[in-house]
């Protein structure tokens, strides 16, 4: 099904979820320390977040001591589609909204998703900002909206979806890289998907110092990966380039 592009139609106190439902927002984590406390600060104060789950792999910089009640903090295997697994198992919400720890969502977060759920989309994303990002950032933000129109898009772009299809779709798959790639080709072949406005804001974190290195890295695995090399193969691939 196609995907759509979607804005706000509905106002902040909109009832759009049935009694009882919820939203559960999973982050997967990893020596996330510098990050984390900012995001949830973010989400505390942000109406309508019902559950925070901290997935964690085995951080040993201080991030599990970050996560306080109201979040909950679950140990898990190290590996991203395995924590993100690990974290909606544990979650009770009838939507999952799954975000890098290095990101900020908008403070109208919840009220785009429901009002997407109330339009009857089955998940979707948020649309990206790398205000720090220099010419790459610019450029990753002009490319994502047609990455989009191809039902392409990554975790870093906070995936949600509703519980049943997420089920349905076998959850994240168990695999160390492309995961988000996966779940998403899995996720918009069961329905529409909206492409909210957001927006997110990410982290430039992963290619400050060496964009161009980090641009050719990118661009390659997509394509091996496209021309079926194992996520396996990929993830041996992407620590070796990254040391």
């Known amino acids: 099904m ?48 019902d559950e925070v789950i901290v997935s964690d792999g085995g951080s040993t910089d201080g991030t599990q001591d970050l996560v306080r009640p109201p979040a909950r903090l679950i140990h898990s295997e190290p590996g991203r589609g395995v924590q993100l697994r690990a974290g909606a198992a544990a979650a009770t ?19 785009q998703i429901k009002s997407a759920r109330k339009s009857g989309f089955i998940g979707g994303n948020f649309r990206l900002r790398y205000p720090d990002g220099g010419l790459l950032g610019c450029w990753l933000e002009l490319l994502a909206p047609l990455y989009r129109r191809g039902k392409r ?61 980090t641009l050719l890295l990118w661009g390659a695995m997509q394509v091996l990966f496209a021309l079926g090399v194992s996520p396996w193969r990929l993830a041996r691939l992407y620590r070796s380039q990254k040391r």
């Open 2 to 49: 196609r995907a759509i592009e979607y804005g706000l139609e509905c106002s902040a106190t909109a009832k759009v979820y049935g009694k009882g439902a919820m939203l559960s927002v999973v982050i997967p984590t990893l020596n996330e320390a510098s990050a984390l406390g900012l995001l949830l600060d973010r989400l505390y104060t942000t109406p309508g977040v």
């Open 153 to 213: 898009y990554y975790g870093d772009s906070g995936i949600f979806v509703r519980r049943d299809v997420y089920e349905a779709c076998g959850g994240f798959p168990h695999v160390p890289i492309m995961e988000d790639i996966i779940f998403v080709r899995r996720m918009e072949s069961r329905g529409e998907t909206a492409y909210l406005t957001g927006p997110i804001t990410s982290s430039t974190r992963r290619w400050r110092g060496r964009t161009i290195r």
């Open 93 to 111: 919400g009838d939507t999952f909204l799954f975000l890098h720890a290095d990101v900020i969502p908008p403070l109208d977060l919840t009220v």
